[in-house]
Nanobody, 122 residues
Framework: QVQLVESGGGLVQAGVSLRLSCAAS????????TAWFRQAPGKEREFVAA????????YYVDSVKGRFAISSDNAKNTVSLQMNSLKPEDTAVYYC???????????????WGQGTQVTVSS
């Protein structure tokens, strides 16, 4: 079993930065991918970014490329999402998730955190 706990959300103005963290515990295999998803009110859960266990591969949805950066610290069992130049359309609940292998589909992910709210005002 894997447990994930997110932190770092909040209310910010457009253009500023925010950093989300995901602390993982439990039996985390080297074949796992950790991802960030987000869900805005009335919308489907959307893939944002992902990183493999070793941190050597990262993936992003087009809308955040160049603004968001995902990173991992295996010594601390933490995956972070640095979000720069935030826009109102980034407003959503952000979830950390893990899957054995790789996927950008939320239905493939086995483990989820509770989510953290990010609100970007214009």
């Amino acid at each position: 079993q894997v447990q994930l706990v997110e932190s770092g959300g909040g209310l910010v103005q457009a253009g500023v930065s925010l950093r989300l963290s995901c602390a993982a515990s439990g039996r985390f295999l080297r074949t796992y991918t950790t991802a960030w998803f987000r869900q805005a009110p009335g919308k489907e859960r959307e893939f944002v970014a992902a990183i493999n266990w070793s941190g050597t591969r990262t993936y992003y949805v087009d809308s955040v490329k160049g603004r968001f950066a995902i990173s991992s610290d295996n010594a601390k069992n933490t995956v972070s999402l640095q979000m720069n130049s935030l826009k109102p359309e980034d407003t959503a609940v952000y979830y950390c998730a893990a899957v054995n292998g790789y996927s950008e589909s939320y239905s493939s992910y086995d483990y989820w955190g509770q989510g953290t709210q990010v609100t970007v005002s214009s």
